[in-house]
């Protein structure tokens, strides 16, 4: 089962950068994306969320944009801090939130 | 702010034994979830819960597999006769709505659960 496929199983990157991390899905019924943030030790923590009608959204420092056509969303993080370092879960549905499909994750260390 | 808290967190069970993993929802969610990551692995979708029902459940949650809300805050994943397999972490969440309306689901820490 790979209907969603996040193909960095790692990043590293700057303090101050942008991060983009990436995500591509097969399933052509996903019409909702949420990006999830996962530290050690903790459960999933939502982050930022988009529709299928929509191609952007951003919530400060967080913007997820959508590709509908090319089945591929990425989460841009600008600055990237070390506390954002965390393994970051793409997870689509199109069944009306009743189960998220998860991608298996980019781990992402940002670099002081 | 309110959490969804897991007990316990972490679980060594034999082989065969049944074991139940307790959750507390966040209290004005309605709709309830179960996730699993086997180490080094996907988060995996279990189950869904509304209306003291399963709503719906992925091929992984077999006979082995059940969830009951047996009182007004706590639902729980038991499983029967736990495999070597079943060694994971679970996850619990849970979202204020579903059915025809998105909304995110909030997870809680975690089981980590071993089977030997």
């Known amino acids: 089962d790979q209907q969603v496929k996040q193909n960095s199983p790692s990043l590293s990157v700057q303090e101050g950068r942008i991060s983009i991390l990436n995500c591509d899905y097969t399933?052509?019924?996903?019409?909702?994306f949420l990006w999830y943030k996962k530290y050690p030790a903790e459960g999933p923590t939502f982050l930022i969320s988009?529709?299928?009608?929509?191609d952007k959204n951003e919530d400060g420092r967080f913007t997820v944009f959508l590709n509908k056509s090319a089945k591929h969303l990425s989460l841009h993080i600008v600055p990237s801090q070390p506390g954002d370092s965390a393994v970051y879960f793409c997870?689509?549905?199109?069944?009306?939130?009743?189960?998220?499909?998860f991608g298996p994750g980019t781990r992402l260390s940002v670099l002081p | 702010e309110p959490e969804v808290t897991q007990t316990p967190s972490h679980q060594v069970t034999q082989m065969g034994q049944e074991v139940i993993l307790r959750c507390v929802p966040i209290?004005?969610?309605?709709?309830f979830y179960w996730y699993r990551q086997i180490l080094g692995q996907k988060v995996e979708f279990l189950v869904s819960?509304?209306?003291?029902?399963?709503?719906?459940k992925s091929e992984i949650f077999d006979d082995q597999f059940s969830v009951e809300r047996p009182d007004g805050s706590n639902f729980t994943l038991k499983i029967r006769s736990t495999k070597l397999e079943d060694s994971a972490m679970y996850f619990c969440?849970?979202?204020?709505?579903?059915?025809?309306?998105?909304?995110?689901?909030?997870f809680g820490p975690g089981t980590r659960l071993t089977v030997l």
């Open positions: 969440a849970s979202s204020e709505r579903g059915g025809s309306s998105y909304n995110e689901q909030f």
């Open positions: 819960f509304y209306n003291n029902e399963i709503s719906e």
């Open positions: 988009i529709s299928s009608i929509k």
């Open positions: 399933n052509s019924m996903f019409d909702y």
């Open positions: 209290s004005n969610h309605l709709y």
């Open positions: 997870a689509p549905t199109g069944n009306y939130g009743q189960n998220f499909v």
